[in-house]
Structure formats: C-alpha cells, structure tokens
C-alpha cells in the first residue's frame, strides 16, 4: 500500500478510538503548549488529569484566543463543572481560564515552577564562572548537571564531585542551598505553613547578593495563589502525567518530522493514551 492508503487506515483507525473514549467532562485539566515547528509555532494541549489522557490539541499560538478555542469546544455546562485548572505561568492560559470557568482554581505547574528555580541557579552559575580564571574554572566546568539535580538523586562520584564545587565557590554554595531547600514548599498541607516557609526562605536572600534569586522570589510572590493552591488539594494531584506525556508528544514530533497534515498529528497526540481497540467485543 502507498503512505496515502496507509495514513487513511490508520486515521480511520484513530477517530474509532476517539469515538469509543466517548465524550469527557474533566474536573481537573492540565494546561501547555509545545512548539511544533521553528519560530515559536505552538499549539495548546489539555489533558484530563484524573483520567491521564489528552482531551484536546490545537490552537494556533499560545495565546488567549487559542485557549479559548479550547473552552468553546467544551462548551459551557462543561466548563461549569471544572474543579482546577493546572498550568505555567503564562498570562493567556489563566485570563482565558477565569473569563470561561471562573470557578475553578488555577494551579500552578509545580514543574514549570522549578524549571525557573533552576534556570535561576543556573544564571549564577554562569555568572560565577565568568568571573572566573584559568585553573578557578575547573571547579565549575561540567557542573551544571549536578548542580540542578536534586543532592538525594545524585551518584557518590557525582556528590564529591559537587561537593568539591561548593566547598570553593561560596556563592554558588549558597545557591544551591537555596535551591535544595525551596523544594521542601511542596510538602506543606496549609497555605499559611507554606506561606511562612516562604518567607523565612526569603529572609535567607539578605545581604546575599544574588539578584536572578531576588528576582525569582519577587516571581513567586506575584503568582503566590496559583502556587498556594497544593496546600488546598488534599490529595496533592500529581502534575507527573502532564510532564511525562508532553515527553511522550515529543517523541511523536520527532518522528512526524516534516509532517504538514495537522488533523493527522492532531489525532496521533489524541489517542497516543488510549488503548488499542479490540474487535472482538
């Protein structure tokens, strides 16, 4: 068969699948985009949470009107039963969210959060190794893996390998620190335990000199409901699935590299969860 015979089998194949998943109404969704060509080309995935599957995929760009597009889809007794909404940062994903499902809660992706602590700590440590000369810069070469991985997750010949490091860079030593200790904010169960932490891991910040933290902490306290939002959820919904699938959407990118026909892809990242159908029921 020629690939034109063969995509047509295999979408037909696809929207079965779609079909026999049925209609969803999710109470907990999970927002993001990835980019699906050069040039800042996104489009907008949402998954159901609970049933750790993708529920739509499109959109032209990261922007309100494409999350919006979303919303409409779903429609308006839809929306009304959504319960939270997990998501990064990004401004359009959360006016979007307000103005069509104004009831649920916005919560902040717990990755995405992280990923700017360590894109923080990482600034330092480029910052710290410009400042640096000749055999100085030994110490920090090769380093940034292990300083951006947790100190419990790390090899031995790794951690002497770090510790050599921080025992001769003070700063990036106190960065670190800094780092490891801010994880300890997802373990509160009440927003005014993680509220407190945070502000002591503030105070940590004076007379330090390291701004890119400074200006991570002012981040935090600007989207402070989103992120107090876990002390709210007692069973501390895992956003693990949304970080692993878009992986998994990768990975389909990668292999419909150079691929244009977008209901094609479209339903490729629909059904990438779903089980394979069988035919003898």
């Not at 063969?6 to 980019?35: A, F, H």
């Not at 330090?208 to 991570?216: A, E, I």
Request: glycine residues 4%; positive net charge.
């Amino acid at each position: 068969m020629d690939w034109k015979t063969v995509k047509k089998i295999d979408m037909e194949y696809m929207q079965l699948q779609i079909k026999k998943r049925g209609r969803i109404t999710p109470k907990i969704i999970g927002i993001d985009e990835i980019s699906v060509r050069r040039g800042h080309k996104y489009n907008v995935i949402v998954s159901d949470i609970e049933k750790r599957i993708p529920i739509w995929f499109g959109g032209e760009d990261r922007s309100e009107k494409s999350i919006a597009e979303f919303y409409a889809d779903l429609g308006k007794n839809r929306c009304r039963k959504l319960n939270i909404a997990a998501m990064d940062m990004w401004p359009a994903f959360e006016t979007a969210t307000k103005k069509h499902a104004p009831q649920a809660s916005i919560l902040y992706d717990k990755f995405h959060i992280i990923r700017h602590l360590n894109f923080t700590l990482d600034k330092i440590r480029r910052i710290e190794y410009g400042k640096l000369s000749g055999d100085e810069r030994k110490y920090v070469k090769g380093q940034k893996y292990n300083l951006l991985s947790r100190w419990k997750h790390l090899e031995l010949p790794a951690k002497r390998s770090l510790k050599t490091l921080l025992s001769n860079n003070k700063k990036l030593y106190t960065a670190y620190v800094l780092k490891e200790t801010f994880e300890q904010l997802w373990d509160y169960a009440y927003e005014g335990s993680a509220r407190k932490f945070f502000e002591k891991w503030k105070d940590m910040l004076k007379w330090q000199r390291l701004n890119p933290f400074k200006d991570f902490a002012k981040m935090i306290d600007r989207h402070w409901d989103g992120i107090a939002a876990y002390c709210k959820n007692s069973d501390k919904i895992s956003l693990g699935f949304v970080e692993g699938f878009n992986n998994k959407i990768r990975v389909i990118m990668r292999r419909c590299y150079g691929l244009k026909d977008r209901e094609y892809l479209r339903l490729k990242v629909l059904t990438c969860m779903l089980p394979e159908l069988n035919y003898e029921n």
